[in-house]
Structures are given as C-alpha cells and as structure tokens.
C-alpha cells in the first residue's frame, strides 16, 4: 500500500515538473524509471543526497550569493516618483528598515535542480517567496520527483504570494529573453532580492554567476519615468519640423568609406586628442561633453551628438556649444532634446528616437518614420547608431571607455569635469561593478556606463557590414577590434574628407524636403487618465501590501501588453519604481510593522496617482 502511494505522489510530481517546465519527460512504466534514475542518482551524488544537498545550503547560507534592489532620491526630488521613494524610505526607516539586512522575503534562482533536496532546506531558514528553477536535464528533472513534494512547494511558494517557476535555459542569451518575459508577466518587484544558488556546475550557470550583477542590473535599467517622456514629448512637438523620416546615406558623398572618429570623453581620450591634430583625412564626431575637449586644443568637429533632453543638462553645456567655432559643424541629435540646442546649429539632423512617446505618436498616422534604435542611454550610443545608420562603416572609438581605472578620474583631463569653476566639476562616479579591459585588465564601470557598453554591443552585433574598432583604453567591447589610433590612421585615405562634409552641409536642407516630417502635432490626447483612474479605484480597495504590489505589476503587464505603445512608454517606467520600491522595503521590514506600511504607502501612490492625472489634463 505504501509503495503504491509513493508511485502515485512519483506519477504526480512527475505531471506538475513536465507541466511547469514545458518539458517532456521520458517515457516508460513509473517501476522502469525508478530503476533508472536511481543508477542516475549514484553517479550524480557521490553520497547520500539528502546530506549532500543540505550542507551545501548550510554553505550558501554562510555566504549567500544575494543582491537587494534599493533606490535612493535626490535630497530635493524632482518628480513624482522620486518624492514617493523619498517619503516611503524615510518611514521604512522608522519602522525599522535596513537595507543590509537579511530579507523577510525574496526570490531565489536555482541553477541546476537535482535531487531539490536544497530547496526546503533553504525554505526551512528563508521566505523565499518565489523560487526560479533552472534545469534543462530530463534526468535531473526526473530524481527531483524522487525526493521533493512539488505540489507542497508550490503550494508554498502560493501562499506568501510568490511562484513556483521552472525554466528550460539553453544559453545565456536565452536567460536574459526568459528573465526578461518573467519579470513582464510575474513584476519587477522579484528584482527587489533575489539570490543565486548554483547546485552544480556548467558553463552555463558559471556564466549567470559570473555576470550576477551585471544582468540584474540590465533588468532594471532603461525604464525612463513619467515626467521625462513628457519633457521629450514637449521637445518633439516644438522640433518635428526638424525631424528626419528616413535616414539619408551620406556615406555616398565620399570616394571611399572614410575614416570616422567617434570621440567620447572618457579618460583615456588624453592619450589620443593631440594625434587627431596631426592628421588631415579624417571625419572626427565628438559626443556630448567631448566637444569642450576638444575646442581647447583647436580641434573642430565635422559632427557632433547630443541626447540629452533636459533643459538643465543643455546650460550646462551651451557655452562650448555656442563657441563660433562651431558654425560649420553638422548636430546630430535626437527629436527628444531641447529646442534651444536645435537654434545654436545652422546644420542638423534630428533623428526620431526608438521607444519614445513623441516617436510612437508622430508615426500612429505615418509608419514611413524610421526610428533610431540602441541609442541611448549615453551620447557615444547614439553616435555610433547615427553614423552607421548614415551608411559610414570605417569606424574608431576613442574615450569611450564606459569605465575608469580610477574613479577620480572619469573623465577627460580636458573636460569641464575638471574644470573647479564649472558645475560638473561636482560631479562624482562611483565603481559598482568589474569588466574586462579593452587592453587587458579590468576597469571599473557603473551600472548605467555598463548598460551603454551592452547596448552598444547590440547595436555592432546587428551590423555585421562595419569595421569598429576601439583605441580607447576602457572596457572591452564585444564585436570591435582593440587597436591603436596609430594602425587605424595608417591606411590610406583617397577623400577629400573636409570637401565632402562641405557637401553634405549644402545639401541637408534639400534632404529635409525630401526625407522629413510633415505630420504636425498640434494637440496631444494620450488617454491614459481613465486607466490610472482605474487603479486608483483598484488601490482604493487594497487590503494589504502585497495587494498594491500586485495591482500595480497588473497594470504594467496591461500596458505593456495593450495596443497603445505611447501609453506604454509614458507609464509604465514609473510604476516599475514604485512597485520595486514597495518590494525593497517590505522585504527588510518585520512583518508586523507591514499594515503600517501599508496605510502610508496607499496613500502615497494615490496622490502619485492624482499627479500623474493632472499633468495629463494640462497637456
């Protein structure tokens, strides 16, 4: 009788593993199988399993492997959910939060599965809420019906409000496209905490630990928030006139593909910026903050890039932008950027920027827009983007290092950021991660320098047609070529470089005619008031903290799912921040200080709520 109910919970694990994770078990009487996995268990396990698998999560819990997920606003916030976080942080705190606790719930990753025997171990000292299994092996999948009720776990997992998942990973590319889906589906609050377990080893799993903090930070980066798409939208509005259908090939007017010089203005552009004085043949962009270094050593630009699209951002820098010098040299920017930097050109191109709400509305009634993808989040993205788009594949990168060896040395000893006088000068960075060297080494990197260094990897990945190469002495960047300035120059130049751009100068207008916007924008109807009023409602009958979590991860999942990709974009950023930020509290505050938490957190994002709607009544 024993035996037969032991086969019965066998037959029914099996059924909820093959159900979870999509994978077909192999097939065969339950007697045959047993047979089997037990001569898999004893070449897996050098001992007892259950010995095994709990001392080696008595050895993770001595030093987990463990990120938590905090965001800290500015002493004086600007916008909405930074005033949310600030207020909410400052009462967790009363309550007792601290960040470097030991979680009161968080998610957990399992790499490779085995007997499971770890699991309620684990469980045992942790709420784990949500527990993410990755295992590919059938055999493996198989001994776990062995030795773990499955239905128990996730009942488990249910009843602190979490998820059973299991995921069948075949690359690291694979994990990223599932971590990604899971979050859309199960919410961003799971990046709050979460561990890594790695059971066993395999290139695999050793590369998911390996790339632990870069990827987390990856999922949790480029969600842009409420009141930055509406700046951007402003922007548009007042420069569609400028903006750019398709991207005309002005590659066409040199001879040969000419040598393009990407200048960012890292610290290693010290030890290039006087080479490009000596040398004629050249097409030099410089990028942001990189022109001010290049100005003071008599160095002119061909092109130059922005993306920023603050008005603040922009005065910082309008005095090396306003610089006469600069009469001839062609903008390249993007639809999102302040019209005041538009006027300081004669020559430019504004590009419609992908994922972008000005973007999505100008091309609802003209799908003929071509928008500019991989270009942010800094200005060497975009330039690289641009100058390929343009059709120009002879391509260096100097001082684009998206690191530093040193953190007081982040940027160009040229650049305002040493200037005392000037306000950037205030500007610190702060190493948050280790990445390979272009050169050899490691450099220090940021979350945001390491996000644009991924982005910018993509972006060459997808453009197997151009030769890049980087001299810069910064991080290593998949799909280009570590070389000298020195061996770049030495190939020979049949162009006339400066008689080319001069054309290309004279032919923009004629280009705008051809190539640019004619839809106008004269009044904006985004809608999104009746679905914050929504949840609104839906928050108003919140009972607990777990119930805002959720009913703000559905109205993400809604938007990002849903048809209006304008809606999408302008909301959804935000609510990522408030659902996290709940998470990230909550997770290090004692349960019994939770309906406390509760009752401010409501009413907080109710009148996060209210704010949003009356910004989107006065558009």
């Known amino acids: 009788m024993e035996h037969n109910q032991s086969l019965k919970v066998l037959a029914k694990n099996q059924e909820m593993i093959a159900h979870l994770s999509s994978k077909a078990l192999s097939s065969g009487g339950l007697l045959d199988k047993s047979e089997r996995i037990k001569v898999f268990e004893r070449s897996f396990y050098p001992g007892c399993p259950k010995r095994l698998c709990e001392e080696q999560a008595e050895l993770f819990l001595s030093s987990p492997l463990h990120l938590s997920m905090h ?48 699991i309620p171990a684990l469980l045992k000292k942790i709420n784990y809420t949500d527990v993410i299994i990755i295992e590919n092996d059938s055999n493996s999948l198989e001994l776990a019906c062995h030795h773990i009720d499955v239905k128990q776990l996730q009942a488990h997992c249910q009843e602190q409000g979490g998820e059973l998942l299991i995921l069948s990973i075949e690359s690291y590319t694979d ?33 998911i630990v390996e790339k632990f903090r870069s990827w987390r930070n990856r999922l949790a980066s480029m969600w842009g928030f409420f009141e930055d798409e509406l700046i951007g939208l402003s922007h548009t509005i007042e420069n569609q ?13 040199f001879a040969t593909q000419p040598k393009v010089i990407i ?46 699209r603050t008005a603040d951002i922009f005065e910082l820098k309008s005095d090396s932008l306003s610089d006469p010098r600069l009469k001839n040299t062609i903008l390249l920017t993007l639809n999102t950027v302040s019209p005041k930097l538009l006027a300081l050109f004669e020559y430019k191109l504004v590009f419609p920027k992908a994922n972008d709400i000005g973007t999505e509305l100008l091309r609802e009634s003209d799908n003929t827009f071509e928008p500019l993808y991989h270009c942010n989040p800094t200005v060497a993205n975009a330039a690289l983007s641009i100058m390929l788009k343009l059709g120009f594949t002879n ?66 990945s997808r453009n197997n047609n151009a030769t890049i190469i980087n001299a810069s002495d910064g991080a290593y960047i998949q799909g280009t070529a570590a070389c000298t300035l020195e061996l770049f120059f030495s190939t020979p130049s049949e162009d006339d470089t400066k008689q080319s751009v001069a054309i290309i100068r004279q032919t923009i207008a004629s280009y705008l005619l051809q190539f640019g916007n004619t839809r106008v924008i004269d009044r904006v109807e985004l809608e999104g008031q009746i679905q914050l009023r929504t949840v609104q409602q839906e928050i108003e009958g919140c009972q607990r903290i ?74």
């Not at 496209?177 to 290139?203: E, P, V």
């Not at 203005?265 to 040398?279: C, M, R």
């Not at 043949?281 to 130059?304: E, K, N, Q, Y």
Request: hydrophobic share 40%; proline share 3%; with cysteine.
């Open 71 to 118: 965001f800290r606003a500015p002493k004086v916030p600007k916008y909405l959910h930074q005033d949310f976080i600030s207020v909410m942080t400052e009462y967790a705190m009363e309550l007792g939060y601290k960040k470097s606790s030991v979680p009161k719930r968080s998610t957990i990753i399992f790499l490779g599965l085995g007997a499971g025997l770890q």
């Open 175 to 207: 994990f990223i496209g599932s971590m990604q889906s899971l979050l859309k589906k199960h919410g961003y609050h799971l990046l709050a905490d979460i561990s890594l377990f790695r059971h066993y080893n395999t290139s695999l799993y050793d590369e």
């Open 241 to 253: 006139k400028h903006i750019f259908k398709s991207t005309p090939k002005l590659a066409r007017y």
């Open 263 to 308: 200048v960012g203005n890292g610290p290693s552009l010290d030890k290039d910026i006087e080479k490009l004085v000596q040398v004629q043949d050249l097409v030099i962009v410089s990028c942001g903050t990189a022109v001010a270094s290049l100005l003071r050593l008599g160095i002119i630009p061909d092109f130059h890039v922005e993306m920023e």
């Open 395 to 460: 391509i260096a990168l100097i001082g684009c290092d998206f690191g530093f060896r040193d953190e007081q040395q982040h940027h160009s000893q040229h650049s305002q950021y040493h200037d005392k006088q000037d306000p950037l000068f205030l500007n610190k960075m702060h190493a948050e991660l280790s990445v390979k060297g272009n050169f050899g080494g490691v450099v220090q990197s940021t979350r945001i320098l390491n996000e644009a260094r991924l982005s910018l990897e993509a972006l060459i």
């Open 546 to 619: 777990l119930d805002l979590i959720t009913t703000l991860n559905d109205f993400v999942y809604d938007l990002e799912q849903g048809e209006c990709t304008a809606r999408k974009i302008l909301l959804s950023g935000s609510l990522k921040y408030l659902s996290v930020t709940l998470a990230s509290h909550i997770n290090h505050i004692a349960p019994q200080y939770w309906e406390s938490y509760f009752s401010v957190a409501k009413t907080q994002l109710l009148n996060v709520l209210s704010g949003y709607i009356h910004r989107l009544n006065t558009i």
